[in-house]
Structures are given as structure tokens and as C-alpha cells.
């Protein structure tokens, strides 16, 4: 019988399978690195690194302004759809650099409309993750998050905001994944 081996082309395709790399954040957010999407059965992971440093701000010191570049619409950082991502069940932020310059506690909310502008408040916003604390290197803060709209099949907007009545600024530095968790809309089949 011989053993079987695989070449390294075909094994990276194999792999891939069920990956997409498509950003979709607003040409007013923060710098998106890149964002994959991946299937694992009926689950769908969906991963967005953002790098805060150099063009991004919090104009306003208030709890809940969005953060992105200076003075910018469309700050959102990834558009959800239930096709792509499915219903998202449970958000995490961890971070890979300490955000400096502005505020470091950072929030993730959802909201309805796709050009909401920095500095401003997030249009019906829902609550994924509320980090509680500003972000140090190596922490992650997740949690599932409330079935907001589950049943509705319009795109979700994510974005960044700002967690404490504090920080305004410029950042300086600051690396984050956030990480998703969704069930697929064709999960469970009509019967």
C-alpha cells in the first residue's frame, strides 16, 4: 500500500476551504488589517484585525462615541450579513497592542445604519462586547451576545466605541482581533 502524501499546494486548498478574506469596514474607520470569515459545521468565525495607531481618534471624552478617523462618516469596521457571518452569538475583543493616546477602554456595538460618523453615537446601537476596563496587551473580554433583531435579515454594522466618559484623543498604538461567533442561517433546514 504506500503511503499517500500531499503536496503543499493542494493541502493549503484543502484548508481554505470555507475562508474568505474580504474587508468590508467604511472608508472612515479605523485601519482593517484584514478580516476572514471561516465555516466549522454550522458555526461561521469571523476574525477582523484593526490597527488604531496613527489615523484613528475619539473626538469626544464620552461613553459611546465611535471611534475612527478624524471628523469621518462610515466608521464602521465590518458589515455583517446572516448569509456571510450568520447569527453572530458571541463577540470577543482581544488585544495584541495597548491602545495609547486615547481612551483604552473600547467597546464593540452593532447598529442599523452603515454611515455613522466618528465622535457620534452608534444608530440603535446593541451592546457585543463591553470591555469594562481600558485594554492591556493580552487581554480578552468577550460574551455572548443578546438577540438583537435575530430574525431580521439586514446587514449589522460594527463599530468601535469609546467605554468610558474619558480619553479623547489621537491614537498613538493599539492592535486588537475581534472574534465572532455565528450560527449559520442554513443550520437547521425548513422541514
Known amino acids: 500500500m504506500g503511503s499517500r502524501r500531499i503536496g503543499r499546494k493542494r493541502l493549503k486548498s484543502l484548508s481554505s ?13 479605523p485601519s482593517v488589517t484584514r478580516q476572514t470569515t471561516r465555516r466549522e459545521g454550522n458555526k461561521i468565525i469571523t ?4 490597527d488604531l495607531g496613527g ?11 465611535i471611534i475612527g478617523q478624524d471628523g469621518s462618516s462610515a ?9 456571510t457571518h450568520g447569527y453572530i452569538t458571541y463577540a470577543e475583543i ?22 455613522d ?15 469594562g476596563g481600558g485594554h492591556a496587551k493580552g487581554s480578552r473580554v468577550g460574551a ?24 479623547g484623543g489621537t491614537y498613538t498604538a493599539g492592535k486588537l482581533l475581534i472574534t465572532l461567533e455565528g450560527i ?6 425548513d422541514a
Not at 476574525?47 to 484593526?50: R, T
Not at 489615523?55 to 462615541?65: C, E, L, Q, R, S
Not at 495597548?98 to 456595538?109: V, Y
Open 47 to 50: 476574525e477582523i484585525s484593526v
Open 94 to 115: 482581544a488585544c495584541v497592542e495597548a491602545p495609547t493616546g486615547a481612551s483604552a477602554d473600547i467597546d464593540l456595538h452593532g447598529g442599523s445604519a452603515s454611515d
Open 144 to 167: 455572548a451576545v443578546a438577540l438583537h433583531d435575530f430574525d431580521s435579515d439586514a446587514d449589522k454594522f460594527l463599530y468601535l466605541v469609546n467605554g468610558a466618559g474619558s480619553g
Open 117 to 131: 460618523t466618528e465622535g457620534g453615537a452608534v444608530t440603535n446601537a446593541n451592546v457585543y462586547v463591553a470591555a
Open 184 to 189: 449559520a442561517s442554513d443550520a437547521v433546514p
Open 17 to 29: 476551504r470555507g475562508v474568505t478574506d474580504t474587508v468590508t469596514a467604511g472608508v472612515g474607520a
Open 55 to 65: 489615523n484613528t481618534t475619539v473626538t469626544d471624552a464620552t461613553d459611546g462615541d
Open 75 to 83: 466608521c464602521t469596521v465590518a458589515t455583517l450579513s446572516l448569509a
